[in-house]
C-alpha cells in the first residue's frame, strides 16, 4: 500500500475498492496511466472503451495557460482533415471543485479530457473522477513526471506555473504573437473577449503589420476586418469598447495599398477593390460606423508601424492603468 501516500482520503478509500474489486494489478495500472486492465487472468480495455465513446469536445485542462496541451491536440487534430472537433481550454485548475465543474461539463457535452495538472493528488482526483462519469482523460504529464522522478530519484516540486513565472516575459511575448496569428482578419471571433486590444478597419488599412507588432512587444491583438455591407461579428458588441481602436486611413495610399495587393495576386478583375470612387465611398462608411458605434480612430496614413502602434498602446494603457494587460 506504499503507492496510497500521494492519495488525500477519498482518493484512497476509491482506491481500496477498487483493490478489492479488481486487485492490485489495475489499480497500479491505472495510476500509470496505461489502459489495460488485469482481472482474473483476463484482459479488459475499461478505460480503452471509456476513450473510445465519441466525442466532438476537447477540454484542455491544465493547472497552467494549457498552450502546449492546446499546440499538441491541434496538431494531432490537423492530421484528420474535416473534422468537427473543438477544443476549448481550461486554464488555472488548481482545485478539486474546479475539476468537479469541468467533470461536469464534460459529462453533459460528452467530451474527451485532456490534461496537463503537475499535482499528483488531483492529477488522480481527475482520473478517478473521469472514469467515475465514464468520461475519457488523457494524462500528458503525469507519465513523464514519473519517469523523470525514477531517473533522479527525487521528488518534483509540483508547483503549477512555475514555468511560467521563471520564463514569464519570453512566455507572454509567445502567447501574444500565438493569439495574435489565431485572431487575424477576424479568425476566431469567439473569444475576441481575450484580446487586450481589438483592431478594426477596411482590408488593406494595415492591421495585420499592427497586431504582429505589438504582439511582439507582448499585447493580445485581434483585428476584425470592416467590408461595407457585411455585418460585424456579434462579440464585438459584448466587448468593452476602450479596447476597440478603428483605423482611418487616406484615400490614395489605401488605393496604392490594394494596388499592389491586385498586382501581388496577378488579378485584374477587382475593379471595385482599387477604384477610386469605391474607396472613397468605403472611407466614409467606416467613419459612419465607427462614430455611430463609439469606436476610437486613430489615422495610420503615412505613419511608420512603430508610431500608430505607440499611440495605440499609449491609448490603451491611460484608460486601464495597471489593467491594460489581462495577465
Not at 162 to 168: C, E, G, P, Q, T
Not at 237 to 263: S, T, V
Request: proline content about 4%; overall charge neutral.
Amino acid at each position: 500500500m506504499a503507492e496510497a501516500r500521494y492519495l488525500p482520503w477519498p482518493q484512497q478509500m476509491i482506491k481500496r475498492l477498487c483493490l478489492q474489486c479488481l486487485g492490485k494489478r489495475f489499480i497500479i495500472n491505472l495510476l500509470n496511466n496505461t489502459e489495460i486492465v488485469k482481472k482474473k487472468g483476463k484482459t479488459m480495455g475499461l478505460t480503452e472503451d471509456i476513450l473510445s465513446k465519441k466525442f466532438h469536445m476537447i477540454y484542455i485542462v491544465s493547472c497552467g495557460e494549457g498552450i502546449n496541451a492546446y499546440h499538441l491536440i491541434q496538431s494531432v487534430l490537423v492530421q484528420f482533415p474535416g473534422n468537427d472537433i473543438t477544443v476549448v481550454k481550461v486554464p488555472h485548475i488548481r482545485t478539486e471543485s474546479q475539476v468537479e465543474d469541468i467533470i461536469e461539463k464534460a459529462k453533459a457535452t460528452d467530451s474527451l479530457i485532456v490534461h496537463t495538472i503537475v499535482n499528483r493528488d488531483l492529477r488522480h482526483f481527475l482520473t478517478f473522477r473521469g472514469m467515475a462519469q465514464e468520461i475519457g482523460t488523457i494524462d500528458l504529464m503525469g507519465p513523464v513526471l514519473s519517469k523523470i522522478e525514477s531517473f533522479l530519484d527525487d521528488a518534483p516540486l509540483e508547483q503549477p506555473g512555475l514555468y511560467r513565472k521563471i520564463h514569464h516575459v519570453d512566455l507572454a511575448q509567445v502567447t501574444a504573437i500565438e493569439f495574435a496569428l489565431a485572431h487575424d482578419d477576424g479568425m476566431n471571433h469567439e473569444d475576441l473577449a481575450e484580446a487586450e486590444i481589438v483592431m478594426v478597419g477596411l482590408s488593406r488599412a494595415g492591421k495585420t503589420p499592427l497586431s504582429m507588432y505589438m504582439a511582439v512587444m507582448g499585447w493580445k491583438v485581434a483585428n476584425v476586418p470592416l467590408v461595407i455591407g457585411v455585418p460585424m461579428p456579434e462579440v464585438l458588441k459584448r466587448i468593452d469598447r476602450r479596447r476597440i481602436i478603428a483605423l482611418n486611413i487616406n484615400l490614395d495610399q489605401l488605393k496604392a495599398h490594394r494596388k499592389m495587393r491586385q498586382d501581388n495576386l496577378g488579378t485584374s478583375d477587382m475593379y471595385a477593390y482599387t477604384s477610386k470612387k469605391d474607396i472613397s465611398l468605403e472611407i466614409e462608411a467606416a467613419r459612419r460606423y465607427y462614430l455611430t458605434q463609439g469606436y476610437s480612430m486613430i489615422d495610420v496614413s503615412n505613419k511608420p508601424i512603430e508610431t500608430s502602434a505607440e499611440e495605440i498602446i499609449e491609448m490603451i494603457t491611460r484608460r486601464f492603468k495597471a489593467e491594460a494587460h489581462k495577465r
